[in-house]
T-cell receptor, first 118, second 115 residues
Framework: AQTVTQSQPEMSVQEAETVTLSCTYDTSESDYYLFWYKQPPSRQMILVIRQEAYKQQNATENRFSVNFQKAAKSFSLKISDSQLGDAAMYFCAYRSANYGGSQGNLIFGKGTKLSVKP | GAGVSQSPSNKVTEKGKDVELRCDPISGHTALYWYRQSLGQGLEFLIYFQGNSAPDKSGLPSDRFSAERTGGSVSTLTIQRTQQEDSAVYLC?????????????FGNGTRLTVT
């Protein structure tokens, strides 16, 4: 079974600085998707960025980028120019690309709480 | 259009009572998911509906939990004989289709407290 591990329960960053959140995963599959979700106090999960495993190029969305190391099964999130609104829980998630079975099942890590200091 | 809507936002119930949690997905979304988020934990998959297919119930923790989706739209998650360990935030999500590249849109969840 696939697992997702986020080893940093909490992180802190100064406003305008850069922070990297770690995520590792375990799978025997070769085709899958990886996601980072943000959960502010409103509880709504918001998709930040996603990466297809078959793509070697790291995904980028404005100030958010990932460092995807497939062989190492590592998927870290870098937030540049941190803003106060970035403060939230961040969850790494894995989704199998195999059709059939629990294809809809997102497997989440336990999250990293990010604080942004003014 | 409107996002995924969940009700109630918060629910406090006594141990042993039954509760119903409602999810109204985005119009036109064929796939619907329920997750449970316990304090300090990630999201735990509960159940998944796709169109008229039989739901994937593999994540339901016990037979006290059940869910249905009427008319391919609104879904209700029912917990019978609630226990204190059922206290958690229950999140619903929908996606346009059950393709792996179709993003999930989440609601704000229902915080369930069992006293």
């Amino acid at each position: 079974a696939q697992t997702v591990t986020q080893s940093q329960p909490e992180m802190s960053v100064q406003e305008a600085e850069t922070v990297t959140l770690s995520c590792t995963y375990d799978t025997s599959e070769s085709d899958y998707y990886l996601f980072w979700y943000k959960q502010p106090p409103s509880r709504q999960m918001i998709l930040v960025i996603r990466q297809e495993a078959y793509k070697q190029q790291n995904a980028t969305e404005n100030r958010f980028s990932v460092n995807f190391q497939k062989a190492a099964k590592s998927f870290s999130l870098k937030i540049s120019d941190s803003q106060l609104g970035d403060a939230a829980m961040y969850f790494c998630a894995y989704r199998s690309a195999n059709y059939g079975g629990s294809q809809g099942n997102l497997i989440f890590g336990k999250g990293t709480k990010l604080s942004v200091k003014p | 259009g409107a996002g995924v809507s969940q009700s109630p936002s918060n629910k406090v119930t006594e141990k042993g009572k039954d509760v119903e949690l409602r999810c109204d997905p985005i119009s036109g979304h064929t796939a619907l998911y329920w997750y449970r988020q316990s304090l300090g934990q990630g999201l735990e998959f509960l159940i998944y509906f796709q169109g008229n297919s039989a739901p994937d119930k593999s994540g339901l923790p016990s037979d006290r939990f059940s869910a249905e989706r009427t008319g391919g739209s609104v879904s209700t998650l029912t917990i019978q004989r609630t226990q204190q360990e059922d206290s958690a935030v229950y999140l619903c999500a929908s996606s346009l289709r059950a393709r792996v590249d179709s993003p999930l849109h989440f609601g704000n969840g229902t915080r369930l407290t069992v006293t």
